[in-house]
């Protein structure tokens, strides 16, 4: 039997996908847990198998957050967001950047639009990679669950 080369190459990119979820999950657990350079390793390891994957780009944007490295942690979730418009995280972190940097205006437009492009992706249910770029992966029945959107109607309403 001859396998078809475009087989082996589906099955390799999904291992290698399932290696930088397992990544991502295990360096938010860390960072969570305050430690922040064995994150950054981590997931500086996941961009390294796949440099076009965004759930490993956003969640160092995050990691630099929590380290006060708010200009590596703009330059790492910018483009995320730029080239992805419906991912409802990236500009979460982006928010979290600019509150950060005491730029409560700009933060506050960050901010807003992850919650329109959250409500956007639960009206319409065939977006799913917004969900799948959240931490656990899995999909959140409301807005309101959300960390961010808590944060963000405590501080701006």
């Keep these: 039997f001859v396998t078809p080369v475009y087989a082996s190459v589906s099955g390799a990119q999904?291992?290698?996908?399932d290696e930088i979820r397992k990544l991502v999950k295990k360096a938010s657990?860390?960072?969570?847990n305050g430690s922040l350079a064995e994150a950054e390793s981590l997931l500086?390891?996941?961009i390294e198998l796949d440099p076009k994957r965004s759930e490993a780009k956003v969640e160092l944007a995050y990691v630099?957050?929590?380290s006060r490295r708010l200009a590596d942690a703009y330059d790492v979730c910018f483009p995320v967001a730029e080239h992805?418009?419906?991912n409802s995280r990236a500009f979460a972190v982006l928010g979290a950047v600019l509150l950060s940097a005491g730029r409560f205006?700009?933060?506050r437009s960050f901010f807003?639009?992850?919650?329109?492009?959250?409500?956007?992706?639960e009206r319409n249910s065939s977006v799913t990679s917004t969900f799948s770029n959240f931490p656990?992966?899995?999909r959140k029945s409301s807005l309101i669950n959300t960390p961010f959107f808590t944060f963000y109607f405590c501080l701006f309403t």
């Design 29 to 32: 657990k860390l960072a969570r």
């Design 105 to 107: 205006t700009e933060a």
């Design 64 to 66: 630099f957050v929590k």
């Design 136 to 138: 656990t992966g899995k």
């Design 44 to 46: 500086r390891r996941a």
């Design 84 to 86: 992805e418009p419906d």
């Design 112 to 121: 807003g639009n992850s919650a329109i492009v959250w409500i956007n992706c």
């Design 14 to 17: 999904s291992e290698r996908g």
